[in-house]
């Protein structure tokens, strides 16, 4: 009898070991099933946190009020997983224990713990890099991700070669700059014009071996002031940089670029104010006369349910049409001008870490 009953005890004790290995096995592919999921997770909420914070910026500055922004420096999740076995077994009599007892169990524990870091930017940091004019290195990245052709050359430059542009929200551009623009627009959309990176700075490129665009390249080195470059020459290396006067050699083309900040404004003009918030006092009314804005940020009393992203602000939603495709390809070219902006100069240390939950 007491061999038959230590047989019946270790069987309970092997299965036990079993389902050990079958759990530790699991808690080894726990590892990337957590990164696979975490870090899609991670990166969904960072997105959407900076594209609402962004948003609010837009509308706080519209309204007149102050804002801030925090940079995310580094996100750290700790994960950590537990797996247990065990078994009840009986001594003595049967009678003494039957059906009181579970014969296995097993659990598993998985805990993660995220930490967050962040940069917070107000005041003269913040204000600096955002009236700054943009680089022609951010503009010309910005160029390669908009699909419109010329939209940067109108979105960021407010001369060229003294040609003004919409100079404040509701202006409009001078004759001579929105001829230029659309010149630019179709010979960079036809392939025969570009403005690229050499060596020394950068150049506006034009190749136009057939002659067949020579009447616009004609026009724009007319309306540029262009005149030490011909017309009908095959290709055309023209150098391009910053600054606001027309070049008296008439060799370059000189651009003077907008900041983010002016760019946030032709947003901001385009905002639809609620008429509460106008008759309050809370906002001023905009120039009625936005053209081309950049984003078009509508608002309603009730959460929409339609947005692409939307922000409470005075009790009203401010947000943009998830069914408006121009003005969301426009909004992620602000959030990537911002972007640009700002992570140039970010610290290397954390000053503000926060660890999440708990």
């Given amino acids: 009898m007491p061999v038959r009953r230590l047989a019946a005890l270790t069987q309970p004790a092997a299965l036990g070991c079993a389902l050990l290995a079958v759990l530790s096995a699991g808690c080894q592919s726990v590892g990337a099933e957590a990164l696979a999921t975490g870090r899609a997770a991670y990166n969904e909420v960072i997105t959407r946190s900076g594209d609402e914070q962004l948003l609010l910026l837009i509308v706080r500055d519209r309204y007149d009020e102050s804002f801030g922004l925090l940079q995310v420096a580094g996100v750290t999740a700790q994960v950590n997983v537990g797996a247990n ?43 600096m890099r955002l009236v700054a004019p943009v680089s022609l290195k951010q503009a010309l990245a910005l160029g390669r991700l908009v699909q419109v052709p010329g939209h940067v050359f109108r979105l960021m430059v407010r001369r060229a070669n003294g040609l003004p542009n919409a100079l404040s929200p509701g202006a409009r551009p001078s004759p001579g700059f929105q001829r230029v623009s659309e010149l630019l627009a179709e010979l960079f959309s036809t392939g025969v014009g570009d ?13 136009d071996p057939d002659g067949a665009h020579r009447a616009q390249v004609a026009e724009l080195l007319s309306l540029l002031g262009l005149s030490a470059f011909d017309a009908a020459a095959p290709e055309l290396l023209i150098p391009v940089r910053t600054g606001v006067d027309r070049p008296a050699a008439g060799d370059a083309v000189v651009l003077e670029t907008r900041s983010i900040l002016d760019v946030l404004r032709l947003a901001e003009d385009a905002i639809e104010v609620p008429e509460e918030h106008l008759q309050a006092g809370f906002a001023t009314p905009g120039s009625g006369a936005a053209v081309d804005p950049p984003v078009r940020i ?10 692409a992203v939307a922000v409470l602000h005075r009790g009203w939603w401010f947000y943009v049409d998830a069914t408006d495709s121009p003005s969301k390809r426009g909004f992620v070219h602000l959030r990537a001008l911002v972007d640009m902006g700002l992570d140039e100069k970010v610290p290397e240390t954390p000053v503000l870490t926060l660890p999440v939950g708990g």
Avoid: C, K
């Avoid at 009840?88 to 296995?104: H, K």
């Fill in 195 to 207: 403005i690229v990176g050499v060596d020394e700075g950068y150049v506006l490129l034009v190749h």
């Fill in 85 to 127: 076995a065990g078994a009840n077994v009986g001594v003595g009599p049967l009678e003494s224990y039957a059906g009181n007892l579970v014969p296995f169990s097993m659990g598993a524990s998985y805990e993660e713990s995220p930490t967050i870091s962040y940069v917070p930017l107000a005041g003269e940091a913040l204000m």
């Fill in 298 to 307: 509508h608002s309603s009393i009730d959460r929409p349910p339609n947005a």
